[in-house]
DNA sequence: CATCTAATGGTAGCTACTATCACTTCATAT
DNA sequence: ATATGAAGTGATAGTAGCTACCATTAGATG
């Protein structure tokens, strides 16, 4: 997502035109293109922790100083993600009639069967690596209070109620923590239709206030 | 956790009657319990960041290699702490009558509200470090699975349904989740009457099926 | 008391990451 | 077209977390 906004920054006032797309600009999309695309050929290779940084850097034909100045940490080649504006947009996009949790179900769904074979190979990987490499998974809790945060404010939007108010946060924790407990089995990957499958399942779960036997919700 | 598993296996089959609590067991709590202490007390003077293992090591009269050989991380003399076995403990004496959520919330507060003013204090100083320290709120995210498991398996255990179906692993998550999103604010710190008043609002929210406006649970 | 085992300290080394600086490459204005 | 400035790069050196190894010491056992 820092990514995404990086990568489209434009270093000056563009001719509206032109749109000054400048060399140096493709350069860099480039360069971290490489970069990524030659650390995750080597991690599936020899594995994330016998891959050295510098091997990444060798490989990509830029030296390691380069390699951090692309990415801060070589966590972030493989947690970041551009997917982020794209969810927000389909969840903007549901109409208000239907539920906020179907809405949510159907952004997801969305913006993931929308992508090509290719590219959801690579994510199923990319899942792998997370759930699978310690420091990665680590590494995704950041990630989860972003996307609490996130979806409190989301959803905050579409009720109209303050997305610091408990209840926003309740209904966004309870809403990832499912997600988290569910989308990955032992073996990561969440984008093939048993994952969607398991999660629309979990999702309805809660929105039927999870009805467990001795748990007498409310009633 | 681990910490409390280690400190309390007896190195040799016991004579029930001198329960060999061997000066070498004591001296190897004592080293953890001080190289934990002047840990956090350098963290609190200096900063986590800024205190070296080194440091610590000195602080506590030990070399850096003990210190690696009590703690596996730095991280590790934060995250680490010994309530799992209480909470187990509680959560299985609760009545069979209360709900679950509601034996949960029982067991939270029975176990934190037995702690003197001193471990309090230490408590809501080691949740802020973990807010506040990236490395640390990363780490947590471990804790955080652990817990969706230990959960998972604990209500099971109660209601009599399989830990690994969909419906735990859902109920487990949400409630992780709800307590991840609420249990902090921004600054740590879960442990004083308005952390257990935001708790207990939460979790009440989600028990009721959380009624958003425009969410409209299954009905 | 002798012996065996576990805890310790020290050394050396690897790797992620930072800081700095000189150099080169591209962009822009005259 | 060229000079001027900025941005990207590489090399060097250094810090800190962490591991492996080995010799030494301190505690447990018979």
Redesign the pocket.
Known sequence: MKSLAEDHQQ??VGDPGRP?V???ER??AR?RASIRQHAMRLFREQGYGET???KIAEAA??????F??YF????DVVISDDYDPLLIAAFRAQPPEVSVVEALRRSVRAVFSGLDPENIEREAYRHQLMETVPELRAAMYTEYRRSIDLLANLVAERVGLDPESPELRAFAGALVGVMLAVAYTSEGMVLDEGGFGRIDRALAFLEAGLPLPGSRPSA
């Open positions: 270093s000056t000054t400048g060399l140096r350069k860099k360069t050295t940084v510098e034909e830029v030296s390691p100083s380069t951090f100045r801060p940490t070589k966590e």
